[in-house]
């Protein structure tokens, strides 16, 4: 049975981004209508050229959200002069999480001036609604972690390896080997 050509109203807010059929050699583009969150279309490559004509095609597109991808930023130039480029909303997240942590990084002198003695506090007690606030900050938690680590040790001076710590205690490759390498 053949279905019609259903033709799909052209987006008003377009998202672009790339997908992988082998990640790593092939890739391709993909259209997302942006108020729906519905899949508007697929092209077989990330190239500028095929953006722009599927642009081109539909004049009511007003905004394009994109990543960094320059070849994405030709396209849509190129393509939809008429819309607005805009980063979308997980590449914005990431960029201020990569430059808080390199601001973070370069005054981290600074802020050690900041931090109060710890010594000090030691003979402080701690209230309990401040133990209370945070699962991190619970002691329950600390202890948890002391116990895996501790365990975690045991294992690997009885001479087990990482990989069937991990299988034993049902944690990943990464959580053992942080916990191995942890003083």
């Known amino acids: 049975m053949h279905c019609p050509n259903l033709q799909v109203p052209a987006p008003r807010v377009v998202g672009v981004d790339e997908y992988a059929t082998r990640k790593g050699r092939v ?24 953006l722009a004509v599927w642009l081109a095609k539909r004049p009511g597109v007003e905004i394009v959200c994109r990543d960094r991808a320059p ?9 939809a002069p008429q819309a607005t480029q805009v980063a979308d909303r997980w590449h914005l997240w990431h960029n201020l999480g990569q430059a808080a ?8 002198q600074c802020l050690r001036v900041l931090v109060p003695d710890r010594e000090a506090k030691a003979d402080e007690p701690v209230p309990p ?24 040790h045991a ?13 034993q205690l049902q944690m990943t ?10 003083a």
Not at 71 to 79: I, K, P, S, T
Not at 173 to 182: I, N, P
């Open 71 to 79: 070849f994405f930023a030709e396209g849509a130039a190129a393509g």
């Open 155 to 167: 294992l690997l001076e009885a001479g087990h390896s990482r990989r069937s710590i991990g299988r």
């Open 27 to 50: 890739y391709g583009t993909v259209l997302v209508d942006v108020e729906t969150r519905r899949p508007v279309d697929l092209l077989p490559d990330r190239e500028a050229a095929s």
């Open 129 to 152: 609604e401040e133990k209370a606030d945070s699962p991190w900050r619970s002691e329950r938690f600390a202890n948890r972690v002391r116990a895996r680590h501790a365990t975690v």
């Open 101 to 108: 942590e390199r601001a973070v990084a370069r005054h981290r």
């Open 173 to 182: 490759h990464r959580t053992v080997k942080s916990l191995a390498d942890a």
